[in-house]
Structures are given as C-alpha cells and as structure tokens.
C-alpha cells in the first residue's frame, strides 16, 4: 500500500526566512507520481509541481524548489525567501500508476504560516 | 479555460438526509476524481470516473455514490447522511491518464 508522511505538522517562520517542508512517501511500484499541493485558507487545492518516478532532478521555480531523492524515498519541498502570502496548507501527494488508476494519497499536510 | 467549478459551494443537511454535489470538469477532461476532507482523516479518495464509469473507489460505505454524464459532468450523493459526513467535499479533474488533478473549490457539507 502507498503512504505518504508528511512529520511536521506546523511551521511558523519569519518573512524572508527560507523554509523546508518534508515529505516522505512509501510505494511498492516503479512508477509513480509526487505532487505538492497549496490549500489557501479558501479551501482550493492548488497545484504546485509533479514529478515522475523516473526523473530525479531538481526543480526550481521562482522562489520555489524541489529536492526528489529516490534513495531516501523523499521529497521535499523548500521556499526561499519566504513572504505572507505563501501562508497555506502544504500537501504532498502520492500517484501510483497501475493501469488507469490515478488515485492520489496524501500525506496530512503542513500548515506554514509566514509572519510579516 | 475555466477551472473546476463545483456547485453547491456550503450546504447544510440534518441527519438522515441525503444530499447531492454537482462537479464541473476542466473542458477537455474526462477523468473526474472525488476527495473528501476532515480535520481527523484527511484527504481521502472517495471515487473516480472516466468516460462515464467508475474506475476506482476508495474504502467508502456505500452511502457515497456517483455517476459521471456524457459530458464528463460529476455528480456524487450522499445517503443517510451521518454526522460524520461533514467534510469539505472535493473534486479534482484531469486530461489524460496519467495526469494531474487540479481541484475545485469544494463543497462543505454540514451535517446537524
């Protein structure tokens, strides 16, 4: 069975500090998918990056970057230079894709709150 | 391109009752995927549907069906609804298999 954990439940920074959320997944197949999600205090999923099981380079997209580490079955996400509006809830997300089945499993999430 | 639009957007429901949510797709999309979310639990998968059948479902009681229309439209119902169904319901859309979700805004039930 696939499973995701996310261990930091809350993570409260100062404006500008650089964070790190940390995902951990577990899978027994070759192939599959990670994703980060952001759900603002609206409810809305949003969705931030997805990374197949066969590229393991990082990502960097503005002020965001994504370290994947097959080896330690990681994922991590990390903001530089923090701002107030990056205050959310972070999922992390885990596909198996097993035939046609795209059924996500999530990790609990992160709650970040950024402080001015 | 419009974004998943979900309908309606709060609900509120006394046991017992039943309730349906209606979900709009990406336009172009065909795979419709249904997430329920509570402080205790999480997001968990409910069901998906692609090209009108049901291709995969979570560890739901059977009180939580749906049924997805010819033009990838989503609807999912709830009967005997329990206190514990109250929950931001959300729906998710993608293009192709695999693919990305991308969610709606969500349904919140309250159940009383």
């Known amino acids: 069975a696939q499973k995701v954990t996310q261990a930091q439940t809350e993570i409260s920074v100062v404006e500008k500090e650089d964070v790190t959320l940390d995902c951990v997944y577990e899978?027994?197949?070759?192939?599959?998918?990670l994703f980060w999600y952001k759900q603002p205090p609206s409810g809305e999923l949003v969705f931030l990056i997805r990374?197949?099981?066969?590229?393991?380079q990082n990502e960097i997209s503005g002020r965001y970057s994504w370290n994947f580490q097959k080896s330690t079955s990681s994922f991590n996400f990390t903001i530089t230079a923090s701002q107030v509006v990056d205050s959310a809830v972070y999922f992390c997300?885990?596909?198996?894709?097993?035939?046609?089945?795209?059924?996500?499993?999530f990790g609990k999430g992160i709650t970040l709150s950024v402080r001015p | 391109k419009a974004g998943v639009t979900q309908t309606p957007r709060y609900l509120i429901k006394t046991r017992g009752q039943q309730v349906t949510l209606s979900c709009s797709p990406i336009?172009?999309?065909?795979?419709v995927s249904w997430y329920q979310q509570t402080p205790g639990q999480g997001l968990q998968f409910l069901f998906e549907?692609?090209?009108?059948?049901?291709?995969n479902k979570g560890n739901f009681p059977g009180r939580f069906s749906g049924r997805q229309f010819s033009n990838s439209r989503s609807e999912m119902n709830v009967s005997t609804l329990e206190l514990g169904d109250s929950a931001l319901y959300l729906c998710?859309?993608?293009?192709?298999?695999?693919?990305?979700?991308?969610f709606g805004p969500g349904t919140r039930l309250t159940v009383l």
């Open positions: 998710a859309s993608s293009s192709r298999d695999p693919g990305t979700q991308y």
């Open positions: 899978t027994r197949d070759t192939t599959y998918y």
């Open positions: 990374r197949n099981s066969f590229d393991e």
């Open positions: 997300a885990l596909s198996e894709q097993s035939g046609a089945n795209s059924k996500l499993t």
């Open positions: 336009s172009g999309h065909r795979s």
């Open positions: 549907y692609f090209s009108e059948t049901q291709r």
